[in-house]
């Protein structure tokens, strides 16, 4: 859970500073502004009269945000200043229990019932099969859960199948796109190698995995306020991340579906997206404005779609 606050006028200088060396604690916070999540039964807007102590303002936090997540005097807090001067106020490092075991019936739904599961945050997900269930769609929910990175199977029957789906708290948002990227590159030069197509299936579903534990760590980070230890993004750059990895993964997935490219032309879009993603890991806007031309005339319909969500990932850099 997030609370966001916003930042009034600027007062109680200590004595002898200067209007440059403003610290935190002469910032006049006015109001709580709004809750991102629905842990808590309370969706009221909270408002604070300040308090002073010294030449520092004051304001309390909200009890049920408070004991929601356990903390006392001395926890650490997390505050995040946005470029539109919003202030966001997250527990450090939530150790917030994870949800008990989810039930996912295997019926028409199953795959759709099972993301909405899995993006929960839980420990387990018991799977359950109707009684007129076959051995087919056992296998199919086998291969259904391969494009998940963090879960593995602890125990099947003829009516359930149950997956433990187990933490990667180093593994951050920025490792898992930049692995996504470095994947889609291989599939990239393995299509020009003209090498077996079930390398670029593999690369393609292992591409897939990483896509879906970024959006799982990208919830968390958002709903929640929860950290991995690598993170210490602001809240745009997280939601810039999660479009960069939905474009990652269309261009995955057009090369794996893709059944013949020219490969002069596979060669010239590695470096054309190469450069479009490193434009955006370090923010250099210049480097990205090169890159937003049109398609190359005649250029073959499938490159173009690829390019199309490259030359997306460049129009991201802020």
């Known amino acids: 859970m997030i609370w966001t606050c916003f930042f009034g006028m600027l007062i109680g200088y200590a004595s002898g500073e200067k209007s440059h060396d403003i610290k935190y604690n002469h910032f006049l916070i006015i109001f ?65 229990a994870a949800p008990g075991p989810i039930v996912v ?6 795959q759709r019932a099972f993301f909405r599961a899995y993006f929960a945050g839980p420990t387990t997900i018991r799977i359950r099969f109707p009684s007129n269930a076959k051995a087919t769609d056992r296998r199919a929910v086998h291969e259904f859960l391969r494009q998940f990175l963090n879960i593995h199977v602890t125990e099947e029957n003829t009516t359930h199948i149950v997956v433990s789906c187990f933490r990667i708290e180093d593994l951050g948002i920025e490792t898992c796109l930049r692995r ?20 670029i299936d593999d690369m393609e579903r292992s591409l897939t995995q990483h896509y879906y534990l970024l959006v799982l760590l990208i919830r968390r980070f958002l709903t929640d306020g929860e950290y991995t230890k690598g993170d210490t993004l602001t809240l745009v750059r997280a939601m810039d991340m999660r479009m960069v990895a939905e474009k990652i993964e269309r261009i995955a997935d057009i090369i794996k579906k893709a059944q013949r490219m020219d490969r002069a032309d596979l060669r010239a879009f590695r470096g054309w997206y190469a450069t479009a993603f490193t434009a955006f890991i370090n923010e250099r806007f210049e480097d990205a404005a090169r890159l937003s031309g049109t398609a ?23």
């Open 180 to 199: 996504m990227h470095l994947l889609s590159l291989s599939m990239i030069d393995e299509s020009v190698a003209g090498r077996d197509r079930a390398t």
């Open 296 to 318: 190359k005339r005649g250029e073959d319909s499938t490159l173009e779609r690829m390019r199309e969500q490259a030359r997306g990932i460049a129009m991201l850099v802020r």
């Open 32 to 96: 709580i502004l709004e809750k991102q999540h629905h842990l808590m039964p309370d969706e009221k807007v909270h408002e604070r009269r300040l308090q002073r102590i010294g030449q520092s303002l004051l304001v309390t936090l909200p009890k049920p945000w408070v004991d929601a997540f356990r903390l006392r005097k001395g926890a650490t807090v997390r505050m995040l200043v946005s470029e539109r001067g919003s202030l966001t106020i997250s527990p450090g490092f939530v150790e917030r």
């Open 105 to 110: 019936p295997y019926d028409t739904t199953f």
